[in-house]
Structure formats: structure tokens, C-alpha cells
């Protein structure tokens, strides 16, 4: 049997990481945390009024997602995460050395009219530019796929797993 991966679905506001990620996590048969849970309430008082997150600010939920994939090692899960710069990743790595990404890659037009058509989300679509220029797309040394948001969420998804397919067992 195949143990299954710790996958940290990443990318910018608005490329469905929170609807992706659970779709994922059930075709995988495991858990799944959703990433915004994990923020102190001063991330997302910020967030609301607009005002882009800095390093300071992410260390502590970058700390507690980390800790969550880490007592994953071995049993699987998924969890979301912008994880946008190597170094965000870096850190989640230490935490958890065997974590896979999934980064949800797409078109800014079609993110931004998602990002403009979706209920109840403190992230306005007026830092998605300050969200595009921070990306570091995943590098070849990076442990992980890219997966394009075109389609519907089963479809992405689908093609999420079986990207994953593609990638080693992790080691528990």
C-alpha cells in the first residue's frame, strides 16, 4: 500500500485552493485543513482593510501549518496555503521534509473573475497583483506539481492526483 503524501495545495488568491484542497484530500483519503484557519486574527483583520501581509506577519501561520503537515508525516493530508515565496516553502519543509505541493496555476483575468464572483472572503481582489508579484513558482528542486485552474473543480482535482501519482512515495 502506498503511504499516502502530506500535499500543501498553494498559489494565489482566488485559484481555488480552499475548494480544490478538500476535492483532493477526499480523492486521497485523507484530511484535509483548510490554510485561512491557521491565521492569527491580526492576518485577517489586515487582510480585510487590504494591506498585504508581510514576512513578519506569515512566520506564525507558516509555524502552524508547518506543525499540522508534520504530525501528518506518514498518514497523509492536505492542506492549503498560498506558500508563495521558496522561502514560505522552505520553512514549511523544515517543519515537514516530506511535503509535496500542488501549485494551482492559472490566468490572471480568469483568477481575478473568480476572485470578483466569490462570497464571504476576507482577501478583496485588490491584492492579487501584490499576490502575483510575491509568486516564486515551485523550482525543479521542489518536491511538487503545477496544476492549470481551467475547468471545473472535479476536473482540477482530478488532475491534482493524478499528478501526484506521478511523484515518489513519500518515506514516513
Given at each position: 500500500m502506498r503511504t499516502p503524501h502530506v500535499v500543501v495545495v498553494m498559489g494565489v488568491a482566488g485559484t481555488?485552493?480552499?475548494?480544490?484542497?478538500?476535492?483532493?484530500?477526499?480523492?486521497?483519503?485523507?484530511?484535509y485543513?483548510?490554510?485561512?484557519?491557521?491565521?492569527?486574527?491580526a492576518n485577517i483583520d489586515k487582510m480585510s482593510a487590504g494591506v498585504p501581509l508581510d514576512d513578519t506577519d506569515r512566520r506564525p501561520w507558516l509555524d502552524a501549518i508547518g506543525a499540522w503537515a508534520h504530525d501528518r508525516a506518514g498518514l497523509g493530508g492536505v492542506v492549503s496555503s498560498s506558500a508563495l515565496k521558496r522561502s514560505y516553502r522552505d520553512r514549511l519543509r523544515a517543519a515537514a521534509p516530506g511535503i509535496v505541493?500542488?501549485?494551482?496555476?492559472?490566468?490572471?483575468?480568469?483568477?481575478?473573475?473568480r476572485m470578483a464572483h466569490r462570497r464571504g472572503h476576507f482577501m478583496p481582489t485588490a491584492l492579487l497583483d501584490s499576490q502575483f508579484a510575491t509568486l516564486q513558482p515551485l523550482q525543479a528542486d521542489e518536491a511538487g506539481v503545477a496544476?492549470?485552474?481551467?475547468?471545473?473543480?472535479?476536473?482540477?482535482?482530478?488532475?491534482?492526483?493524478?499528478?501526484?501519482?506521478g511523484l515518489p512515495s513519500p518515506t514516513p
Open positions: 481555488g485552493k480552499t475548494t480544490i484542497g478538500p476535492l483532493l484530500a477526499a480523492r486521497l483519503g485523507v484530511p485543513a483548510e490554510g485561512d484557519d491557521f491565521h492569527p486574527q505541493f500542488v501549485h494551482l496555476t492559472g490566468d490572471r483575468a480568469l483568477i481575478e473573475d496544476v492549470d485552474v481551467t475547468g471545473g473543480p472535479e476536473e482540477i482535482a482530478e488532475r491534482a492526483a493524478r499528478a501526484l501519482d
